[in-house]
Each structure stands twice: as structure tokens, then as C-alpha cells.
């Protein structure tokens, strides 16, 4: 089984900035993917950022330029740097974990973006 906790989340102004992070523990293998997706209400979870265990990243092209994934894989952490935040990146953000056929989920953090 595998636990994913995410922390980090809040109210921000337009322009500011938050850090979120999730630690992993449980069965977790060295080589997996971990990244971070969003759901607005009344949209469908989309793909934000990911990092895999060799730190290859890929986001999505609203957030490039403002959004930085990073990793300590001897935490079993993962994290994302957002900068210059807009209100339309409140969203619930989850954390996820793959590997090999296996994906796993955290519970959620709300970040809100609003003056």
C-alpha cells in the first residue's frame, strides 16, 4: 500500500506564491513518476507537472514559466514551487505516484487565488 500526504495549500493573492509538498510511504519502488494534478469546479482533474525518479519534468504548458516540480527522493517527497499565481489556478491539487501499473492518489490540498 502506499500514502501520499500533501501539505501546503491556502488562500494567496494574484501574484503570490505557495509551495506544496507530498511525502510518499509505503511500498515504494526506486524507479516511479510523481507529479501533481488539479480540478477546478465543474472541470475534469488535469495534469499540472510530473517528475520521474531521474528528474525528466514535464508541465503543462498554463503553468510553464511559473511552476517549478522538483524531488528529494530520499524523502520520498515531492514538490511544487508556484510563482506568479493566477485565480485561475485555484484548484484542488493532488498528488499522484506511478509505478509500474500502479497509481496512487492523495487526498487533496485547496489552493485558492483571489484578491
Known amino acids: 500500500q502506499v500514502q501520499l500526504v500533501e501539505s501546503g495549500g491556502g488562500l494567496v493573492q494574484p501574484g503570490g506564491s505557495l509551495r506544496l509538498s507530498c511525502a510518499a510511504s509505503g511500498n515504494i519502488f526506486n524507479i516511479n513518476t510523481m507529479g501533481w494534478y488539479r480540478q477546478a469546479p465543474g472541470k475534469q482533474r488535469e495534469l499540472v507537472a510530473t517528475i520521474t525518479n531521474g528528474g525528466a519534468t514535464n508541465y503543462a504548458d498554463s503553468v510553464k514559466d511559473r511552476f517549478t516540480i522538483s524531488r528529494d527522493n530520499a524523502k520520498k517527497t515531492v514538490y511544487l514551487q508556484m510563482n506568479n499565481l493566477k485565480p485561475d489556478d485555484t484548484a484542488v491539487y493532488y498528488c499522484?505516484?506511478?509505478?509500474?501499473?500502479?497509481?496512487?492518489w492523495g487526498q487533496g490540498t485547496q489552493v485558492t487565488v483571489s484578491s
Open positions: 499522484n505516484l506511478r509505478q509500474f501499473v500502479y497509481s496512487d
